[in-house]
């Protein structure tokens, strides 16, 4: 476990709150509460209220989480009926469609939407995410990643999905492109509006990219002209070793998820290093959110009361399934009061050690425990108690594993937010763990993660702005 470090500068928290376009998310089963929302995610108003109210309270970001396809191993193979009647991110909408509502109704909050690099080719994506990034005025993030899930493969390349470390070898290529594209094909200056001389754009200042390479050929040039970012912020969720690898390189954000700071720590550390070491960037500037579902009430033990009553409306065959794609583990094949520590699985006995670690009065992990684990709040961390309690816990994880902020998921929608806002950052306001405001009012989403106003593209130290062809500049070549 990492240590205090006393002369570790006190930060002040980055929070998103963490979404899917689908009802739940994180906590299956309870869409039933009576209070809960989630099951409007297919009305336009649900998200711009969502919008309109996290920016009310300041939210750097809405972290909007994405699959495609269906959890499907639980009580498999290809069994997608526990999900399906649990509605355990089934169905789910695609995420980025939605963003251009959200952000005409808001000035501030940024967009941190998921989508993978293993399935659309990168010139189709970077017209998209350059597209919503000008329609955003700059407030667009692209989580990165590779898939998880063989059902989202065998629909999108008709069979199981490539190996891992080989979709992280297609992402690496993918991400070079994608910034020759945003980077280098337009000269900042390229669109001149000269109405006297009839040109729009200076032809002169925009090239192909003539990208050669083992997975893409892409000769460009991009559709779009240079949006207010250009580059949206990375962020990225993998803590493999070649998800390490390429987050040390690109990432400017990174999603860790772990029920205690110890289970993050190691690798927090060895990112930054890494960061440091071998790509010469600044590993203070790469920001670590852990996943945080808060249960709040004004006493710990009106805190304790919700958190029974969600656990009672939490499915545990859709917290199964959630699980079994997650890990590619399916529990259903163990008896129902099999000690799971003494099964043939590392993968299994691993995770029940951490959780045994972090929850040591539970005597006993069966499946039913481990699915009652996940009902609320996911595989993240699931503090219950009073808005005091909660921000102690967040200023541990802060001080143990060094993260910079959370991403923070619901247990009921809106719900859960209502009492983050109303309750705990007056709490982390008061001990100046929290922002009053927006350190770049109608900022771009980069400005206001790094509370850095003018920082609008990529820090100098990350490998997007080597790729900048900026104006004035006549000679730019482009970086392999």
């Known amino acids: 476990m990492a240590t205090e470090q006393p002369d570790r500068p006190r930060k002040s928290l980055i929070l998103n709150a963490f979404v899917e ?30 919008a309109q109210l996290l920016e009310s309270a300041k939210f750097h970001g809405i972290f909007i989480a994405d699959v495609l396809g269906g ?18 991110q089934w169905p789910v909408n695609e995420p980025l469609a939605v963003v251009p509502a959200m952000a005409a109704a808001t000035k501030n909050i940024g967009f941190g939407v998921t989508v993978t690099t293993t399935y659309e080719q990168p010139y189709h994506l970077a017209r998209r995410l ?67 001389r009839r040109v729009f754009t200076e032809p002169s200042r925009v090239r192909e990219i003539n ?46 998820a772990g029920h205690s700071p110890s289970v993050v720590a190691k690798n927090i550390a060895e990112i930054r290093e890494l960061a440091k070491t071998e790509y010469g960037r600044d590993p203070q500037k790469i920001k670590f959110l852990a996943l945080l579902c808060p249960v709040i009430g004004k006493t710990e033990e009106e805190a304790r009361e919700k958190f029974k009553y969600y656990r009672s409306l939490g499915s545990i065959d859709g917290a199964l399934a959630l699980f079994g794609g997650w890990t590619g583990i399916d529990l259903d094949v163990y008896g129902e009061d099999e000690e799971l520590r003494n ?35 996911g595989l993240g961390a699931t503090p219950v108690g009073t808005p005091e309690q909660i921000a102690d816990e967040m200023e541990r994880w802060v001080r143990e594993a060094d993260v910079d902020g959370f991403n923070l998921a619901y247990a009921v929608k809106p719900g859960s937010f209502k009492d983050i806002i109303d309750q705990l950052l007056p709490v982390l ?41 900026r104006a004035g500049v006549d000679k730019h070549e482009i970086p392999e």
Request: net charge neutral.
């Open 429 to 469: 306001r008061s001990r100046g763990l929290f922002h009053d405001d927006y350190a770049a009012p109608r900022g771009t989403y980069r400005e206001n993660l790094y509370s850095q106003p003018g920082q609008s593209g990529p820090p100098q130290d990350h490998p997007a702005s080597k790729y900048r062809w």
């Open 130 to 196: 350059s597209t919503v990034d000008h329609l955003t005025k700059g407030r667009i993030g692209w989580n990165v990643v590779t898939g998880y899930l063989d059902s989202a493969a065998r629909n999108l390349i008709g069979k199981d999905q490539p190996q891992h470390d080989d979709r992280y070898a297609v992402a690496e290529e993918y991400i070079k492109v994608a910034y020759k594209l945003w980077e280098s094909s337009w000269r900042d200056d390229a669109v001149v509006l000269d109405r006297e």
């Open 211 to 256: 990208h050669e390479g083992k997975y893409f050929n892409v000769p460009g040039p991009h559709l779009c002209q240079p949006s207010p970012q250009r580059t949206p912020v990375i962020l990225q969720a993998g803590t493999s070793k070649a998800g390490k690898t390429f987050a040390a390189q690109h990432a400017e954000a990174i999603f860790v």
């Open 343 to 377: 099964v043939p699985s590392n993968a299994i006995r691993s995770a029940v050690e951490a959780w045994s670690k972090a929850t040591p009065e539970v005597p006993k992990w069966t499946k039913k425990t481990v699915g009652e684990h996940i009902t609320v709040g």
């Open 71 to 88: 959890y499907d191993v639980y009580k498999g193979p290809r069994n997608l009926q526990p999900a399906v009647v649990s509605g355990a």
């Open 21 to 50: 376009m689908c009802s739940g998310h994180q906590s299956p089963g309870l869409w039933t509460h009576p209070e809960d929302e989630s099951y409007r995610f297919n009305d336009i108003d649900h998200w711009i209220e969502l």
